[in-house]
């Protein structure tokens, strides 16, 4: 399947649902306190919609692949502040858990599109 618009990358369905989940966390009362901590998740799991889609409307293959590394990047950020998050007690364990594995899989999304990119040739 050709993506015709970034919406169609499911690294970047994945990473929109890691959005979700960070800002529903955000607004939990037990992380009202840690205002820094807060901002930071959440500005880098917007960062990896938004690197995803930068990088969709480069002119070259190795651009978009770039981009598609920061996307990575931004993702172990967002799983670093769960950690902190979950050691603050600002979040459950489960949801540190529920939160960590929609990570992982926009990762995992992300590599395995970046491997298919890799071994796909030019036209």
């Not at 960070?22 to 205002?35: D, G």
């Not at 190795?62 to 950690?83: C, D, M, P």
Request: glycine share 6%; net charge positive; with cysteine.
């Amino acid at each position: 399947m050709r993506a015709e618009k970034f919406e169609d990358i499911q690294g970047w369905r994945e990473a929109q649902c890691l959005t979700r989940k960070v800002h529903e966390l955000a607004k939990q009362p037990s992380f009202q306190q840690e205002s820094g901590l807060r901002r930071q998740m959440e500005e880098a799991s917007v960062s990896i919609m938004a690197n995803i889609a930068e990088g969709f409307d480069r002119q070259s293959r190795e651009e978009f692949i770039r981009f598609l590394f920061y996307a990575s990047g931004s993702t172990s950020e967002v799983q670093r502040h769960l950690y902190v998050a979950r050691d603050q007690r600002c979040i459950s364990l489960s949801d540190f858990q529920e939160t960590y594995d929609q990570a992982r899989r926009t990762k995992g999304s992300i590599h395995g599109f970046i491997s298919y990119l890799k071994g796909k040739r030019e036209c």
